[in-house]
């Protein structure tokens, strides 16, 4: 069966210090992809998906960038995190059917 | 532009009793796919049920079930013999079948079970 991890689960960075947020799928070949953030008291908001490796469309112009170095691998970077970022970040991958399945999460802290 | 609009922010439920979680959606779209989500307290969202536009007869899953009024653009979630492990964020999302997988979501309901 496929399932889906990410790590860090949580993380607090200090204003203007990098990020890295790793996401891995197992059991499937070539998924989409997804990063979403999660705001407090907010929904989501889908950041960047991707359809292969090297492929990455971005929804919303941010700090933020990602990239898809392996098939099953989705990384959510950024190079100078503001207090803005705080929040929880999602990775997903979707079935035949259109529905997304979650990784754990990860919370992150900007101070 | 779809929209999704959760109206209850919160709900509260006795234990063993009956819930029903509100939702609607704007689209001009007429195939279109509808989910519900739960997120506990743990924060992994996890799929609770799921309805395609096209098919009449609402989706059940177990104790859940949805209410789909196409025409009237509402997709309810009922939750029949509310259990302690009910309690926790409930999201309804809504997907034109795009490729990208792009969900809109709501804003959520938080429930409380009471026991």
């Known amino acids: 069966s496929q399932t889906i991890h990410q790590w860090p689960a949580t993380l607090v960075q200090p204003v203007g210090s990098p990020l890295s947020l790793e996401c891995t799928v197992e059991?499937?070949?070539?998924?989409?992809l997804y990063w979403y953030r999660q705001a407090a008291g907010r929904g989501l908001q889908l950041l960047f998906y991707?359809?292969?490796?090297?492929?990455i469309s971005s929804e919303v112009p941010q700090n933020l960038s990602a990239s898809r170095p392996q098939d099953r691998q989705f990384i959510l970077s950024s190079k100078k995190l503001l207090l803005s970022d705080s929040g929880f970040y999602l990775c997903?991958?979707?079935?035949?059917?259109?529905?997304?399945?979650f990784g754990e999460g990860s919370r992150l802290t900007v101070l | 532009a779809q929209t999704v609009t959760q109206s209850q922010p919160e709900m509260s439920v006795q234990e063993a009793e009956t819930v029903t979680l509100s939702c609607t959606y704007d689209?001009?779209?007429?195939?279109?796919?509808l989910f519900w989500y739960k997120q506990p307290p743990s924060r992994q969202m996890i799929l609770v049920i799921r309805?395609?536009?096209?098919?009449?007869q609402n989706a059940t899953e177990n104790r859940f079930s949805v209410n789909f009024q196409k025409a009237a653009k509402s997709f309810s979630l009922k939750i029949s013999d509310s259990q302690l492990g009910d309690a926790a964020m409930y999201f309804c999302?809504?997907?034109?079948?795009?490729?990208?997988?792009?969900?809109?979501f709501g804003k959520g309901t938080k429930l409380s079970v009471k026991p």
């Open positions: 059991g499937t070949s070539n998924p989409n």
């Open positions: 999302a809504y997907w034109d079948g795009g490729s990208q997988g792009n969900l809109i």
């Open positions: 689209t001009s779209e007429s195939d279109y796919y």
């Open positions: 309805q395609e536009a096209y098919k009449q």
């Open positions: 991707s359809v292969g490796i090297g492929q």
């Open positions: 997903a991958w979707t079935g035949a059917t259109g529905e997304l399945f």
